[in-house]
């Protein structure tokens, strides 16, 4: 067997290979992560198979449909654009090993453990020295305790614990470890664990909303959306933008902020065409699509945005100020103020 844990962040995710057949599956895997699993992937010479969520994540981005779609790999996850939804007691060919699911519902109503040969990946269903929350979207204390005091915590007290989570620099545990020493088992009467879950005071994750709900349509982040859009688009120094002021130039200046930003304060020269009319606006405003434009907002994220949907448009002449106007005003380069010339 051909094993490697990735952490990031506190986030662990798992690479497991066959051997024999150098069939492999990645198990929660993490955007961030990827170039490191294909460096992973290459250097052991496997062939990605099946990518595995053990649930929907809230506090990070899941790798596995970009990863499903870089390798041709079956995506394992509950979510709709899964190719594949385990059930409880099925499993998982990956060559000549088999991983076994077990449905764990509780932290989320998805989660589900991993059950391979002496070890089992917990996902965030039993942690190293603690459990899954049962505070986010479709947890439920009750079903937390079914899943590890009536299903979980009865498997061989021997076998590794693998989660998908840890926070103390720990790589893995026991079964009979976690029952022995882990202070939230240690609650073994329901309606204490019930109590003991409800009462956590936990904060919520930075990006729960957008987490959810990327993790369960398969859509992109705003940092993927930003991270693709930047590598598009070239951007212009700032510094000779001022310096160019008040002479013939060869390109537009477009402010993409919102018309009540633009007339209190824009770079002068600069025309108006808000990012929110981008499309419906840009045929009427730039009838020559060969047009040089340099396109700036707030702080350079919007814009960037805006000029990589301009590229996408047909205007392949479309840059991005390096900075936005806050940073302009912050180096006192001269503003006007007012409404957009006609």
């Not at 294909?38 to 596995?64: E, M, N, P, Q, Y």
């Not at 590890?148 to 079964?175: M, Q, W």
Request: proline share 6%.
């Amino acid at each position: 067997m051909i094993f490697e844990q990735v952490a990031q962040g506190g986030c662990q995710s798992y690479l497991v290979g066959c051997a024999k057949t150098r069939m492999a599956a990645l198990i929660d895997p993490e955007v961030r992560q990827i170039d490191r699993y294909k460096a992973l992937i290459d250097a052991h010479g496997l062939s990605l198979r099946t990518v595995i969520d053990t649930h929907t994540h809230a506090d990070h981005f899941s790798a596995a449909k970009e990863l499903g779609r870089l390798y041709g790999a079956e995506v394992v996850t509950s979510a709709p654009y899964g190719t594949r939804h385990l059930k409880d007691g099925d499993t998982l060919e990956i060559g000549k090993l088999k991983l076994k699911a077990m449905a764990t519902p509780g932290h989320t109503r998805d989660s589900m453990c991993l059950i391979f040969e002496d070890r089992v990946f917990t996902g965030d269903t039993l942690l190293i020295g603690g459990t899954g929350r049962t505070d986010l979207p479709t947890g439920d204390p009750d079903m937390l305790y079914d899943s590890l005091f009536n299903r979980l915590l009865k498997l061989d007290p021997k076998l590794l614990v693998y989660p998908a989570h840890d926070y103390k620099g720990r790589s893995c545990s026991t079964i009979g470890d976690e029952i022995a020493n882990n202070p939230r088992l240690q609650k073994r009467e329901r309606g204490e664990f019930v109590e003991m879950m409800r009462s956590l005071s936990l904060s919520m994750p930075e990006h729960l909303t957008e987490a959810l709900r990327v993790n369960l349509s398969g859509a992109k982040s705003v940092a993927q959306l930003l991270n693709e859009a930047a590598a598009t688009v070239p951007l212009y120094p700032m510094d000779d933008l001022k310096a160019g002021l008040g002479k013939p130039s060869d390109f537009v200046v477009i402010d993409v902020r919102e018309r009540d930003a633009y007339e209190a304060a824009h770079i002068p020269g600069a025309r108006h065409l808000p990012r929110g009319q981008l499309e419906l606006r840009v045929n009427q405003a730039f009838p020559d699509p060969n047009v040089r434009i340099v396109a700036y907002c707030e702080v350079g994220k919007v814009s960037t945005l805006a000029a990589a949907t301009l590229k996408e448009m047909g205007f392949p002449n479309v840059m991005g100020l390096d900075a936005g106007i806050k940073t302009w005003i912050e180096r006192g380069y001269p503003t006007e103020s007012g409404p957009a010339r006609s």
